[in-house]
């Protein structure tokens, strides 16, 4: 009885995993962020870069203001080049800067922030890249205006004198 | 012109199938001797698929950009070594290759089994005959090397620079000739179980192709894994990456197999695991093929993604699984005459012991490189799975069944007892004193990694002590077990005594910590073939105040514009120092990484000593 029921089994299982490898080779294999305005913001969990605490993403957006989610890493150097534009952003009352660390080396980052300074309000982690590619991410830098829970406006490359004015009007 | 005759050479090749399988079926109803027309017509098979294959090189030698192939995989600049590897350095080529390579070991099957029978031998060449006509299907309908393209292109659009390097260029002929191999195999069971012809004899006849492919594969994953470290410049040498997991798959069948046969030519038990193992050794280096060749995965194998193309070598796949299914299902018979019975304390044990755990391996492997296109098929989802899976699966494991690699081969076949044994307890509190000292200083998980260290230690002293003990007594298993021994602790102490270094440098900066001083002194600019080159002058001082120079290089290529990064590395028998540089852009700034990567060279070293073990049981004659 038992032999009699084995190759029904595994006949059934490599129908299956045709039936899956089929299915997956129309799937596109190629990763497209996505790239839609006015979204809601993902949900994710990470730790904050200072303290390792937990934290999920709607304590971090919580309050009524605008936030502006910035991805860099210390290896990155355009984000060197819009670090002078976060300072300037830094001083608005009514923008808060979070930082996302990207795929980084706590030291190297620390390091950085002592050389140039740190805008940020609050530094989470992403260690793997998982939460960038959440947020549709293309690289680094990129940076996502967001208020009220949803992206108004995503940046992709460096902050420069242009967009900053952009993001005064934007938040004014 | 080269490309016209490889074509029809090509096609005629592939309608001599038709008459290889003829006069097959025509000899094997009155099968007393072998047709020798079935011999002359395999060896025409092979020679006009080689005809056909030196067309190719030569249209690439000749930079004859008429044919599609060239077009894009060369370029006039580059060096001639290039030129002839980039035949196989791409998805058309390489199959072509592929079909050279099956040719021409069913010709060299048909001439090396005379002592088999003749229906035998006729089936085998009729289950090969059915994937040869399935590549040749594949290559003439679906990737054909020869189409011609008007009007002709002054210049082709150049061969991937991360392909241009010698360990590659040849990398993937081994591999393949490993991967045909399995199908030789696969055949052979095949035709063996539908004929009930499964005996001693076919066990030691049939183990020299399973040597044989094992060899090949092994060397082939071993370059690639050479490749990887000296060229994609992230100082790893396996990274789990879905495209080496498919050659280690087969690779894992394969050594099962080995070790199966080796049971099944002594006592004529473990059939079923022989010819399961046969046939999931090939299915799974197709199934492999099908991974990295529809783009279902993306890789550097990926040449090209054609769904048309996936779905023919999925349809293919599957035809052998179910063909062999329905084969095994139907026709194997378990012989209840023969004694089946298996003491706890024999050889046997030990070997069924090390097939589940190879079993084992072979599902982690499996369920990670599947999983992710099953989840994205079920719910979109994209996931990676990466060496953290891998490894907490698989390393843990691994102390069992070095242990058993240890004990299992002092056991005697049917019947062994304990006697004289002591100084295997006094070997292992050897070793256990040893990793001790090793572990006790470091930060590093204390347990797992003295018992890790202990049981290689245990395996390494203990084949080392037969290797000196025991003359010649069965040195393939002990040089092939002393090399695994050693793989597992060049690997172990790599990972735990590497350090790394990242940083960024000007020209003239340096980098100081207490232990080392990295200086980054000039910056050179060269003009090459087909390729700017850069490359940076570092000095590096260790604690002791040795100076290396060290010169990373930065390749910017003409043709595909792509810049690579050359590590520079200095071996010796200890440690690799390994740096490379890269491009931070639009600064004068250079991302500089250093690593000190300890026995590195014996990862190789090891693996080169595994193979010895299965060469030296290939040319001994039994």
């Not at chain 2, 054909?144 to 659009?157: A, D, K, Q, T």
């Not at chain 2, 099944?264 to 022989?274: A, C, D, G, M, Q």
């Not at chain 2, 329905?326 to 046997?348: A, C, M, P, R, V």
């Not at chain 2, 000007?506 to 980098?511: A, I, L, R």
Request: aromatic share 16%; net charge positive; hydrophobic share 50%.
């Amino acid at each position: 009885m038992k032999y009699k029921i084995v190759p029904f089994i595994v006949t059934f299982l490599f129908i299956v995993s045709f039936i899956f490898f089929f299915k997956g080779l129309k799937n596109s294999n190629i990763y497209i962020p996505s790239n839609d305005f006015e979204k809601e913001i993902p949900f994710f969990t990470t730790r904050l870069f200072n303290s390792n605490i937990k934290i999920n993403s709607d304590e971090i957006f919580k309050n009524n203001k605008y936030y502006l989610m910035n991805i860099w890493s210390s290896w990155c150097a355009p984000c060197r080049d819009e670090h002078q534009y976060l300072m300037e952003l830094s001083k608005e009352k009514n923008l808060e800067i979070i930082g996302l660390n990207y795929k980084d080396n706590t030291l190297n980052a620390k390091k950085f922030l002592n050389e140039l300074k740190n805008p940020y309000s609050n530094i989470i982690l992403d260690p793997d890249g998982l939460i960038a590619i959440e947020w549709g991410a293309y690289g680094v830098p990129e940076s996502f205006l967001i208020y009220d829970k949803s992206i108004i406006k995503k940046i992709i490359g460096p902050l420069n004198e242009n967009l900053v004015f952009e993001i005064n009007g934007l938040i004014k | 012109m080269s490309s016209i005759i490889g074509f029809y050479s090509l096609v005629l090749s592939s309608s001599l199938s038709f008459l290889i399988i003829f006069f097959s079926i025509k000899n094997f109803r009155n099968s007393k001797t072998l047709d020798k027309r079935i011999i002359s017509l395999s060896f025409l098979q092979f020679f006009l698929v080689l005809i056909s294959f030196l067309g190719l090189i030569i249209s690439f030698i000749n930079s004859d950009f008429s044919n599609e192939t060239v077009f894009n995989h060369s370029h006039t600049t580059k060096p001639l070594f290039y030129k002839i590897s980039g035949t196989w350095g791409n998805h058309e080529g390489s199959l072509l290759l592929w079909l050279l390579v099956l040719t021409l070991f069913i010709f060299l099957f048909i001439i090396k089994s005379r002592q088999q029978s003749t229906q035998y031998r006729i089936l085998t060449l009729l289950f090969q005959q059915v994937i040869i006509i399935g590549f040749f299907v594949f290559l003439l309908k679906t990737s054909s090397p020869f189409n011609y393209i008007f009007p002709v292109p002054e210049e082709g659009l150049g061969l991937n620079p991360i392909l241009q390097d010698p360990a590659l260029a040849i990398h993937p002929p081994i591999l393949y000739l490993g991967y045909v191999g399995s199908s030789i195999i696969f055949s052979s069971a095949l035709s063996a179980v539908s004929l009930n012809y499964i005996t001693k004899e076919w066990a030691s006849h049939i183990k020299q192709w399973v040597l044989l492919s094992w060899i090949f594969l092994t060397l082939g994953i071993l370059l690639g894994s050479i490749w990887a470290y000296y060229e994609l410049g992230w100082g790893g040498f396996w990274f789990w990456d879905p495209v080496e997991n498919v050659s280690l798959m087969p690779w894992l069948a394969l050594t099962t197999l080995i070790h199966c046969i080796l049971v099944l030519e002594k006592r004529l038990i473990l059939t079923s695991w022989v010819v399961v193992l046969s046939i999931s050794t090939f299915t799974l280096s197709m199934c492999g093929t099908f991974l990295v060749r529809s783009g279902i995965l993306n890789s550097v194998h990926t040449f090209a993604n054609d769904p048309e193309r996936g779905l023919f070598i999925l349809i293919f796949l599957f035809t052998l699984i179910f063909l062999s299914l329905f084969i095994f299902f139907f026709f194997h018979k378990k012989n209840n005459k023969i004694d089946n019975s298996i003491f706890l304390f024999s050889k046997e044990t030990s070997i069924i012991i090390n097939n589940w755990f190879m079993m084992y391996f072979l599902s982690v492997i499996l369920i990670g490189t599947v999983y992710p296109i099953f989840l994205d098929v079920i719910s979109s989802q994209k996931i990676s799975v990466g060496p953290p899976f891998y490894n907490k699966l698989i390393i843990p494991f691994l102390i069992p069944f070095l242990f058993a690699m240890t004990i299992g081969p002092k056991l005697k076949w049917i019947k062994s007892d304990i006697k004289d044994k002591i100084y295997l307890f006094l070997f292992f509190l050897i070793s256990l004193f040893i990793s001790i000292l090793i572990v006790k200083n470091l930060k590093i998980n204390f347990l797992l990694n003295t018992i890790l260290i202990t049981f290689s230690f245990y395996l390494f002293f203990i084949t080392l002590r037969d290797f000196f003990i025991r003359k010649n007594k069965n040195l393939s298993q002990i040089i092939a077990h002393f090399g695994f021994s050693l793989f597992i602790l060049s690997i172990l102490f790599n990972n735990i005594f590497t350090t790394e270094i990242i940083t960024n440098l000007k020209v003239g900066e340096s980098f100081v910590s207490e232990k080392i001083n990295i200086k980054f002194e000039n910056l050179s600019q060269t003009q090459k073939q087909n390729y700017k080159s850069f490359i940076g002058k570092f000095t590096i001082e260790n604690d002791k105040g040795n100076l290396e120079i060290m010169e990373p290089e930065l390749r910017i290529y003409n043709q595909p514009n792509i810049t690579t990064s050359e590590a520079d590395i200095k071996t010796n028998l200890l440690s690799d120092r390994f740096i490379t540089m890269n491009i931070v852009q639009s600064q004068d700034y250079f991302n500089i990484r250093y690593q000190i990567k300890p026995f590195m060279i014996w990862i190789w070293l090891s693996v080169l000593l595994i193979t010895t073990g299965g060469f030296l049981r290939l040319t001994k004659k039994i």
